[in-house]
């Protein structure tokens, strides 16, 4: 029971980091509209969030930006509607997680760049666009796992559609791009079977 709480308290901390993050970039993207310079504090006081908590996720403006940025590219990702509707989850996750690796290679200097600035600095690690897209994709058998069983599914897809896949397969496996979207589409696949098989 001990190890369910601390699991859950753990899931809950994790939201609520994002839920702060998601404010203060959706505040930034708005000051950016409206063509207004900023400091961190000004999207802290214009989010009402504490100048202190802000500086604890954005330590310059300018990773503000550039992570406000990161979020206009990111919006590009989403299940076409015939998918969405009537696709199974194998069409489902074969769609997001080949859509994210893309959207990921095509920016990949901007998303390297941003994964060196959180390795050496001292922000509170990101936690990702990733896990609502994978959500999204997974809907359809959420009821059919335990709480466990689908969190630690969500997990692995999510070593799979980011920055750190392509680096491994770019980097360690001296693959191209091509080939390594294959990869990452079929050990997203080999994921969600053994999921369902060990669900039966």
Not at 54 to 59: D, E, L, M, Q, T
Not at 101 to 130: C, H, K, W, Y
Not at 161 to 176: F, H, K, S, W
Request: some cysteine.
């Amino acid at each position: 029971m001990t190890g369910q709480v601390l699991r859950e308290n753990g899931f809950e901390r994790i939201n609520q980091k994002k839920r702060t993050r998601t404010e203060l970039l959706k505040t930034a993207r708005r000051l950016i509209e409206q063509g207004t310079s900023f400091s961190v504090a000004d999207v802290a006081d214009a989010s009402g969030i504490s100048r202190a908590t802000a500086y604890r996720y954005f330590s310059r403006p300018e990773d503000i930006l550039r992570e406000a940025a990161l979020d206009a590219i990111a919006e590009q990702v989403h299940l076409p509607d015939e998918i969405a509707k009537g696709g199974t989850v194998e069409q489902r996750l074969d769609e997001m997680v080949g859509q994210i690796f893309r959207m990921v290679a095509e920016n990949e200097s901007v998303f390297r760049a941003f994964l060196s600035a959180t390795l050496t600095g001292d922000q509170i690690p990101r936690t990702g666009r990733r896990l609502p897209w994978l959500s999204q994709a997974l809907k359809p058998i959420e009821d059919r796992l335990t709480k466990p069983a689908y969190e630690d599914l969500l997990a692995g897809l999510s070593l799979l559609t980011g920055i750190e896949a392509i680096i491994v397969l770019r980097d360690i496996c001296a693959m191209d791009l091509d080939r390594g979207e294959k990869v990452v589409r079929w050990s997203a696949q080999a994921m969600l079977a053994k999921a369902l098989a060990e669900a039966e």
